[in-house]
């Protein structure tokens, strides 16, 4: 069981690191997130607070661009995007329910892992679409 651990380890560390390679940048929340699964040893709860706490922090990201998007947009305009977020959290929603039921197809503490990774992505994702608008629209 512990080889399956360390090797389910080094595949999440080498599907981050890819991630991030094919987005050509290391976000400093991925950073911090590989290096803290880099310290697990093989711990699955722990390599789950650690997608947990990036999760945190891409959420935080979200947060500060809305914020500054509202210095940007008009307020018809910064509604749209508040109905917009409104509906990605949703969407955010769903998508965790849906990911919820990985242990119900597949057991092993590894897949509670996968299941984080995906939750990560996904707020990564809307918090790097968030700071592209920002990007665009101060270009």
Do not use: H
């Not at 711990?43 to 809305?66: F, G, H, P």
């Not at 509906?87 to 503490?109: A, R, V």
Request: contains cysteine.
């Amino acid at each position: 069981m512990k080889k399956i651990s360390i090797g389910f380890i080094i595949l999440l560390v080498i599907y981050i690191a890819n991630v991030c390679i094919a987005n050509d940048k290391i976000y400093p929340i991925d950073k911090i997130e590989l290096d803290c699964i880099a310290k697990t040893t093989g711990n699955t709860n722990a390599m789950n607070k650690c997608s947990m706490d990036a999760q945190t922090a891409w959420e935080n990201e979200i947060k500060k661009s809305l914020y500054e998007l509202k210095g940007i947009l008009d307020s018809e305009d910064y509604k749209i995007l508040l109905e917009s977020q409104k509906t990605w959290e949703n969407y955010k929603q769903k998508n965790f329910e849906f990911t919820d039921l990985t242990p119900k197809y597949k057991e092993g503490t590894m897949f509670l892992n996968a299941k984080q990774g995906f939750r990560t992505g996904l707020i990564k994702q809307r918090a790097l679409n968030l700071k592209e608008y920002i990007n665009t629209l101060n270009f």
